[in-house]
């Protein structure tokens, strides 16, 4: 069966969270993006990194004879500090030939790929289990790297007891501002250093993660210390079809770590989904705070690795 590609336009972002969503639902096994991936690199990262209104150009869509969805090509928009740019290929639940996959191998080298002083590269994204893809990319030269990308996943039956610190709260997006969350995250990750942040571009982009339709602000909680200052956070998104929470994003000011607040607000953030139907929460990490939380790592995506060469 032929495909045609289309251009991206501003209603294909809800096609494709949809296409994302039954694609799960339909076959777990295509290990897609989950929807908070898609709302959060869209209105947070592209944000940050200035790609915001020249990421739609770069995705490429294609379509079947009825304009379903069959397939994605897309990035996240990183490019700051970035040697390579990213691909990743969201697969709808068809047998694809090697001569169509690799139509889309080819739009991410010529659509995706980043140029530094070290040379022109892209990182293809692949299951582990995604023989096909796999064996494409070694004969296309491409050579396997060696960090992975986790993802984690924990069933939920019930709620759980939630346990802070005396003069600690939780409070949600619609009492906490984007300066707070954004200077909180900023130190979180360590690119705010000092008492005050360096600029506005966390606030900026937690404004913008208002605009994401999955964004919903009861879900977006803040660990409050007794000054009011935020100091943990966990976001939590809501697939209502397969009935899953995702977290992101997740952390701790540094001078409030090994206080038991982030454990406090995952649980806390879950119990929020766990109420509106949610049977098992995902986070893209292995690290051992999730897994001591119950989290088991349950796939991994491989990275391939290409330079392109320019004549």
């Known amino acids: 069966m032929a495909y045609r590609r289309k251009p991206y336009s501003d209603e294909d972002f809800i096609r494709i969270r949809d296409f994302l969503k039954y694609t799960l639902y339909q076959n ?29 150009e770069t995705v490429g ?60 590269f892209v990182n293809v994204y692949a299951d582990e289990d995604a023989f096909q893809i796999q ?7 491409y050579k396997l790297l060696e960090w992975k990308e986790p993802m984690s996943c924990m069933d939920v039956a019930g709620c759980f007891k939630v346990e802070l610190p005396e003069g600690f709260r939780i409070a949600d997006a619609n009492e906490v501002s984007d300066w707070q969350k954004g200077f909180a995250h900023g130190r979180a990750f360590g690119y705010y250093k000092n008492d005050v942040p360096d600029d506005d571009d966390a606030e900026r982009c937690f404004r913008m993660l208002r605009n994401a339709p999955d964004y919903l602000p009861e879900l977006d909680l803040s660990v409050l210390d007794p000054n009011g200052e935020v100091a943990s956070f ?22 409030y770590r090994r206080m038991g607040l982030a454990k406090a607000v995952v649980h806390e953030a879950i119990n929020k989904v766990v109420r509106m139907g949610a049977k098992r929460i995902f986070v893209g990490s292995d690290q051992q705070f999730y897994l001591s939380l119950g989290f088991k790592a349950v796939y991994y995506k491989q990275i391939w690795q290409k330079e392109i060469r320019l004549f």
């Open 135 to 141: 064996k494409i990319l070694k004969e296309r030269d």
């Open 234 to 255: 966990a976001c939590i998104w809501y697939d209502d079809l397969n009935r899953i929470g995702i977290l992101e994003p997740v952390g701790t000011i540094p001078k």
């Open 61 to 120: 869509i294609w379509e079947d004879e009825n304009k379903e969805i069959v397939a994605v090509v897309n990035s996240e928009g990183e490019i700051i500090n970035r040697k390579a740019g990213s691909a990743f290929l969201q697969l709808g639940d068809r047998d694809f030939s090697d001569d169509f996959l690799g139509e889309l191998i080819d739009y991410a080298e010529s659509t995706l790929a980043l140029t530094t002083d070290e040379g022109t």
């Open 28 to 56: 777990p096994s295509r290990k897609n993006w989950l929807t908070d991936r898609w709302n959060f690199g869209r209105y947070f990262s592209q944000t940050m990194h200035g790609t915001f209104d020249t990421w739609p």
